[in-house]
């Protein structure tokens, strides 16, 4: 598929309050990005608590992240990357025209979140089981040497996976509903525009992994 | 090179990215490791923000929204790490004024004479400044 294929997200008739198809693009695309910025601000907060006592603390974060399963977690950001791809691809073959390939690719973005997922709770599970889950009054017991320092540190891996899987699951649900607008494909214009909008959402949602994972997993003493 | 085969290109650059970052936080010693990751992370985050999130081909209106987002969460993160920064500076500062104090250089003061810094006269903190500690060094049990 080449970019000078015909692309479809430019015609169609713009709703009232806008003057063309392009301004409404724009709006739409402008809208989703303040969106974002406002998502990156709820992320930020964490992350700059999470970077303060990063470096008050720097050996029992060191230690405590070594507790964390780093193949489970380079496998998960893999698949969260490739559903990045599918989802690029999507916008793509919506953008051209391709009903059922963009259907199909949306499909598969589901099914790498739902395995995403999937691999997270398991991951929550063994460290449940190792007594590494310091949350709704399970027992903390810590192995190493700085407990007090590894209780916070995985208080902020709670706090950072769990919000970050809320967003996957509204990232899920999100592309479930686009992926049935494109299976019904009655305006195909407006069905590549929120193809469009929402792969900017799951994008999103792929780089604060990116930087959750290498704050909490890469980041050893 | 058509936008199926840019888009595969970078998801084979950001798993490369990835393995790098992995390998770097495996075999590498701790601040090089660190260094590697987070450079390997902001790498990886740029190209879904160029290339997956269309960065490369929006206007510049929406490219000034995407950097105010990213200039935001910079100040947030840069103010705040500014007060523990200034706090250890505070430290090795008192470290010096206490130093002044002791050999006498900074007690004096004749009236007219330019001042010097306000010695302090807590116990506690010429003890630790004898003992060779940080004045304000809080104390980090775990």
Known sequence: MSTSQRTITSEGEPDEQFDDIGQQRHANLMGMWIFLATELLLFGGMFTGF??????????????????????????????????????????????????????LLLATVALGAVFLVLKGFEWYH??????????????????????????FFNFYYAMTGLHAAHMLVGLGLLTVIAGLVWRWREPARVARQVQISGLYWAFVDVIWVFVFTALYLLRA | MNTFQLAVVIWLALLALLGVSVGAATLLPGAVAHGASLLCAFAMAALIFVWFMGLHTADGLLR???????????????????????????????????????????????????????????????????????????????
């Open chain 1, 51 to 104: 970077v303060v006592y990063r470096s008050q603390y720097p050996a029992a974060f060191g230690e405590a992240a070594h507790h964390l399963d780093l193949t489970l977690g380079a496998i998960n950001t893999a698949v969260l990357l490739t559903s990045g791809l599918t989802t690029r691809l999507a916008d793509v073959s919506a953008e051209a025209g391709r009903r059922f390939a963009a259907f199909w």
């Open chain 1, 127 to 152: 460290e449940y089981e190792h007594g590494l889950m310091p949350v709704l009054g399970v027992a903390f017991e810590y192995p190493g040497e700085h407990a007090r320092g590894a209780h916070m």
């Open chain 2, 64 to 142: 000034v929204f995407a950097l105010a987002a990213v200039l935001w969460l910079c100040l947030l993160m840069g103010i705040t790490l500014l007060d523990y920064i200034e706090r250890d500076l505070g430290v090795l500062q008192w470290g010096a004024v206490l130093a002044k104090c002791n050999t006498g250089d900074g007690a004096s003061g004749e009236a007219g004479a330019r001042q010097p810094p306000a010695c302090p006269t807590t116990d506690r903190l010429h003890a630790r400044h004898r003992a060779g500690l940080r004045p304000q060094a809080p104390s980090r049990p775990w």
